[in-house]
């Protein structure tokens, strides 16, 4: 049977919009040395927007140009796809069919429209799909990276066409919550497929222990495993769509609510509320369960 205290607990979690998916997660809780957070959607807003657009190849007109990203990104779920289409639209740019539509985790998106294969993402992506002349690049990465921000990257077949500027803010309560974890002693970290540059940021504003940038979704997974093995347990809090096997490794995974559904099922507990402090809030309703055994 489940002990009285928990099935409280529980429920008054449950009524602040925090859904406990197991019952040991108050122990597993406090049980956790390390707290390793999934920046975007989860230190962040999640919402980022386009700041700028460099275009750096003239083989197609701008109004062409936007049209092939906005369909393609159109077809994705990633915040940055968000961010770019709402940008399109603001401009009016209409959306056409997409052939062959891919979407490749941590890198970003490639489809066919009219016989072109436009390529959206990071440097990665762009290497893999074989794009040339990438140095005209670095001036305007180091522009973008040094202001925090990220740059994606479109390919037009083989070369590279636009530099788009995405942003993202910290949610307002991260300071706050962030410096409270670490005055309960745990060791906070994030990672994060963006780039070092912003991640970076984000990591010295909120004086982090530690951050790990590029990396792709099954390497946070292996981070996590490999931490662990070295007998520290995590405290995992992710939102996107690529989080639900980091989640599930982690000895206790957190789900923010605004993500994808796929990581809410892999939660141990998920913020439904989509409020970063009520981590706060179920650390400190795990100390109280324990204080009841006692
Ligand atoms: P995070 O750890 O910050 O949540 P993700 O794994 O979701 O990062 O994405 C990593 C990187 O992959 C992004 O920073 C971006 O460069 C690229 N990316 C992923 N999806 C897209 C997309 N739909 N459009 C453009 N870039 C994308
Ligand atoms: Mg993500």
């Known amino acids: 049977a489940v002990p009285m205290a928990v099935s409280i607990a529980v ?11 197991r019952g040991d997660v108050f122990d597993r809780l406090l049980e ?18 386009v700041e700028n657009i460099w275009i750096v190849n003239n083989t197609v007109d701008e109004k062409t140009l936007l049209f092939y990203i906005c369909s393609v990104e159109s077809r994705s779920e990633h915040p940055i796809a968000k961010a770019v289409t709402d940008f399109c639209k603001d401009k009016g740019v209409e959306t056409g069919d997409v052939e062959e539509f891919n979407h490749f985790p941590g890198l970003g998106v490639v489809g066919i429209i009219n016989n072109s294969t436009v390529s959206i993402g990071n440097m990665e992506l762009l290497k893999r799909m074989g794009v040339e002349e990438m140095e005209k690049l670095e001036k305007i990465d180091d522009i973008i990276s040094s202001k925090g921000s990220t740059p994606v990257l479109v390919a037009l077949n083989n070369s590279l066409v636009a530099v788009i500027e995405v ?5 307002p309560e991260a300071e706050k919550v962030v410096r409270y974890l670490k005055s309960l002693g745990y060791r906070i970290g994030i990672a994060s497929g963006d780039v070092k540059g912003s991640v970076e940021r984000y990591a010295k504003a909120l004086q982090l222990d530690f951050y790990r940038y590029e990396l792709k979704p099954l390497e946070k997974t292996e981070l996590v495993k490999e931490i662990q093995s070295k007998g520290e347990k995590i405290l995992y809090v992710g939102d996107g769509v690529n989080d639900a096997a980091t989640i599930s490794v982690a000895h206790v995974g957190v789900a923010m609510g605004g993500g994808a559904d796929v990581s809410k099922e892999a939660g141990d507990v998920v913020l439904t509320s989509n409020k970063l402090s009520d981590l706060v809030f179920i650390i400190e309703l795990s100390k109280k369960v324990r204080r009841k055994f006692l």
Do not use: M, Q
Request: glycine share 8%.
């Open 32 to 49: 956790s040395s390390t707290i390793i957070f999934d920046k975007t959607g989860t230190l962040t807003i999640g919402k980022p927007h």
């Open 167 to 171: 942003s993202d803010r910290l949610r």
């Open 11 to 21: 429920v008054a979690a449950s009524r602040k919009g925090v859904v406990i998916r």
